[in-house]
């Protein structure tokens, strides 16, 4: 604040003391009390009136571009009140306001969706289409179940995203429902073997899952014959029609049953030898009367990690169950996984064989109508985007799964875009980042020496070499090898990881005749370089590789 050049005008002063003495306020009260003066020229306190606290920070350190002498006031120069609110300050809308608000801004437009979980691979539907044949199939081995028998084992073949993972699970509700119904016990038992993938892992859940039924079934059983005995004290005839005699005899049944609580003992994640986990769950099956699905998707997961060991105890089980009956439906997209079993588990597991064709675009066509009229709001799609979506998976090797993606991420694309309608524009961008995170995830599951063959061709591209060949990516992946302490694959070895890279569309792999000097393999990246280097610096062996640089200048050096 300047002082008043004309020190003899008291009137200018008296103004000059009350604006300081307003600032002061102002600088240390988030609710000064602003002054006024009256006719005569004397200060007369107002009362109190709020001020936003970004307001007086910015007042006291001239973030404002004025000061509050040139602040808009009355006829004394003091700030008048009813200005206070019409002040509008433009640095908050650039920095406050931006960051305030941010989810009313997206919640502002019209939801497209009705149910997006009608999109995800997890969703059951009510109504398969174009598989009512292969489900139809399994009812016919499964009805065994509902007549106490043990359905025939089965196995279900298909590429991914043919419906088998749906089928199945549509089968065994109906199953479980019909039990039901009919008071027949029944159970299904859902792994995914892709996750859950060892013999320990498969059998510690299916044994906790059995004894959280069994802890429920007793403790249903144990109200029921408490309330019987509590009847049963007051007038011995309750007992009558029951397979009790005496009420001693419920007595007895109740310790039973309480002993028997007692006794369950979940199964740790780790840490018990397998066969006390297969016991366990084999006592957990067989404690009541009941027929069991067990139904495991993704088996050949399981066999490619830890034998068929699981699926041989499994299939044998029947032979030594008192009270129930064990059934198993594997689920695969490996027409091949078999041919690495067992014969005998090969012979008992394959009793029924189920395959499940590729949908061609018409049927994705279907399909996608069926589940876009529950997705989406009415008339929120345009007439070719389910049409696209399907011509799309259809080249996919008929995947609905894919297809349903790109639907469901067209959706999400128009709806971050606040447009109410879903076009062909937003299939095609859908399309372009589905397969941005494909490459993503098949980059990311790769073994290390893949990695390796492919870090060494990032490496050379990024350098500025084209028409790579198979030396130069030696060269380069020998000194990876190195710095991470990796052990070194002969060249022939490197040149067929090169040739599954090119098999996975992640390079561009060609051989060319260089005429009288043989022929090579020109290799090039198919893949985003930047997100593609990126996922490999995320394995932590790779990460510590800090200098690139050397390796590239060595390779140059040996040429």
Known sequence: MQDTEDESDSHAAEDSTAVDDSESSLAGDSTPAVTDEDESGSVVED??????????????DGALGTSVEDTPSNTTGSIDEDLLDEIVFDDDEDTDEASRGLFDDLLSGEPIFENKEVLR??????????????????????????????????????????????????????????????????????????????????????????????????????????????????????????????????????ESLEADLESFETVPMTGWPTDRVYSTFFDAVDYTERV??????????????????????????????????????????????????????????????IVFPPYDANQLRDILQARADVAFKDDALSDDVIPLCAAFAAQEHGDARRALDLLRTAGELAERDQIDLVAEDHVRQAQEKIELDRVVEVVRTLPTQSKLVLFSIILLEKNGVHNINTGEVYNIYKRLCEEIDADVLTQRRVTDLISELDMLG?????????????????????VPLDETEAVLHSDSRLGDIEDVQPFIQARFDQQ
């Open 506 to 526: 992640i390079v561009n792999a060609v051989v060319v005749s260089k005429g009288r000097y043989g022929r090579t393999k020109e290799i090039s990246l198919s």
């Open 47 to 60: 009362k109190d009136v709020p001020i936003d606290e970004d307001w007086t920070t910015r007042s006291s």
């Open 292 to 353: 069991v699905v067990i139904m495991l998707d993704e088996i050949d997961k399981l066999v490619e990690k830890s034998g068929d060991d699981t699926l041989y105890n499994l299939s044998r089980m029947n032979n030594e169950l008192q009270n129930s009956r064990v059934s198993i439906m594997g689920i695969s997209n490996d027409l091949k996984f078999t041919d690495f079993l067992d014969p005998r588990v090969k012979s008992s597991l394959g009793e029924e064989e």
């Open 121 to 254: 691979p997890s969703y059951t539907p009510r109504k398969l289409p174009h598989r009512e044949e292969q489900i139809n199939n399994m009812a016919t081995i499964l009805v065994a179940a509902l007549r106490g028998d043990t359905p025939s084992n089965i196995l279900i073949y298909g590429k991914t995203g043919t419906g088998k993972t749906a089928s199945a699970k549509f089968v065994s509700e109906e199953l479980e429902r019909t039990s039901e119904k009919y008071e027949v016990p029944c159970d299904v038992e859902y792994i995914n073997c892709e996750v859950t993938d060892t013999q320990y892992r498969v059998l510690a859940q299916l044994a906790n899952t059995f004894i959280e039924n069994n802890e429920a079934h007793i403790e249903d059983r144990l109200a029921e014959l408490e309330d019987l005995q509590d009847r049963a004290e007051a007038d011995p005839n309750e007992l009558e029609g029951t397979e009790f005699a005496t009420l001693d005899a419920v007595d007895a049944e109740i």
